[in-house]
């Protein structure tokens, strides 16, 4: 079995006509397209050369957004009174792969995913030189920028779509990503200030005394989701002092070693598994650090847990953090999600990153 081959596989049929990507086809509570899973499948495609997948995608953000104007117009009006929105004021953050907003319940204020497909957007149009599709996104970014700068400093979902009355340090560094990516192609469309304004308010309130980044101001854990931080969204550098001491911490409470990458410590969701997608992020990492050998290493864990006809999971529960916690969430919801096309596109991102350094 190929792992490359199966992973576009599973992510050209989880891509629907309309662009959408499915996050998981066989998992109920992921037949949806979220902003976060799916610019991270459209990198995907677009580090393998998929091209046209990406920009389906990009396309499908830009109607759902469209679809979304009448909320906004209401969030606007409240924000200028301000009123405390409503939850249902703020954008979803995940869609019906028709780009709607579905009527079950979801924790849907999440930021992160805003900042992110507009990081995924510019990578895009970086990769291609897609001016027109950068022109006919135009009026959604605006949009975007605008909500986030509206926001970016309230409490809301982090990317493990929990901890609603936090601030999230992932989050900032999503939504510095984000709109840092739009000031270089558009600077017209970003108040000038933002991007800079996010990066320090994050530097000076979410660090811990011992030096490294947390998991959402007030904490002193780490999420290995911070390593977002440095890669991709370069809110610091991969060599600073405090990503360093970040990535420390990652290793030694998070990383079991000879195996894959926790979330955080006290993560109950399916017992807290290990985490595919987060072991490639530590894989690109280590690239990024020329720790080449320890990428292969994490990578071919990867390949381990892959079920014999090349599917994914989401997480693996051989050494779960919290085994007490499983039954409940596999009589919720049923097993694991897998293919998780989110896990299979991290693995996608690092491998051919990985193949242009040998
Ligand atoms: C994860 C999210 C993800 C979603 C769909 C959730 O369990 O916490 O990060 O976006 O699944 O894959």
Redesign the pocket.
């Known amino acids: 079995m190929n792992l490359i081959a199966s992973s576009l596989e599973t992510i050209l049929a989880g891509q629907v006509p309309s662009g959408a990507y499915v996050?998981?086809p066989t998992f109920s509570?992921?037949r949806y397209s979220?902003l976060?899973?799916g610019t991270w499948i459209a990198y995907a495609m677009d580090s393998v050369g998929r091209h046209d997948s990406a920009r389906a995608f990009y396309l499908w953000v830009g109607r759902a957004l469209a679809g979304q104007q009448g909320r906004l117009e209401r969030l606007w009006q409240k924000l200028q009174r301000h009123e405390t929105p409503d939850e249902a004021d703020y954008l979803p953050?995940?869609f019906t792969l028709d780009g709607e907003i579905s009527s079950d319940f979801w924790w849907d204020f999440q930021l992160d995913g805003y900042g992110t497909w507009l990081w995924g957007l510019a990578a895009h149009v970086d990769l291609t030189d897609d001016r027109d599709l950068w022109a006919t996104l135009e009026p959604w970014v605006a949009l975007t920028v605008r909500y986030i700068a509206a926001l970016w400093q309230s409490p809301n979902y982090d990317?493990?779509?929990?901890h609603r009355e936090r601030i999230h340090v992932s989050t900032l560094a999503a939504l510095y990503g984000g709109v840092s990516a739009v000031q270089r192609h558009s600077p017209a469309l970003v108040p000038d200030s933002l991007p800079e304004d996010i990066r320090s308010f994050t530097l000076e309130t979410g660090i811990a005394p011992e030096g490294h980044l947390v998991k959402y101001l007030g904490s002193s854990a780490v999420d290995a989701s911070l390593l977002w931080a440095a890669v991709p969204y370069r809110l610091v550098e991969v060599t600073d002092e405090r990503f360093g001491q970040t990535l420390a911490r990652i290793e030694r409470d998070l990383h079991r070693s000879g195996g894959g990458v926790y979330r955080y410590q006290d993560d109950v969701?399916y017992g807290g598994g290990e985490w595919l997608l987060l072991t490639a992020w530590l894989a690109w990492v280590y690239l990024e650090l020329d720790r080449v050998p320890e990428a292969c290493d994490l990578l071919a864990w990867i390949e381990a847990q892959a079920t014999p006809d090349g599917a994914l999971p989401?997480q693996v529960s051989d050494h779960l953090l919290h085994p007490e916690h499983y039954a409940e969430w596999q009589q919720r919801w049923g097993k694991v999600?897998c293919p998780?096309l989110?896990s299979h596109a991290m693995y996608l991102i690092v491998k051919s990153l990985l193949e242009k350094r040998i």
């Not at 990317?159 to 929990?162: F, L, N, S």
């Open positions: 996050a998981s509570q992921y979220w976060r899973d953050t995940r990317c493990w779509e929990e969701y989401e999600a998780l989110w």
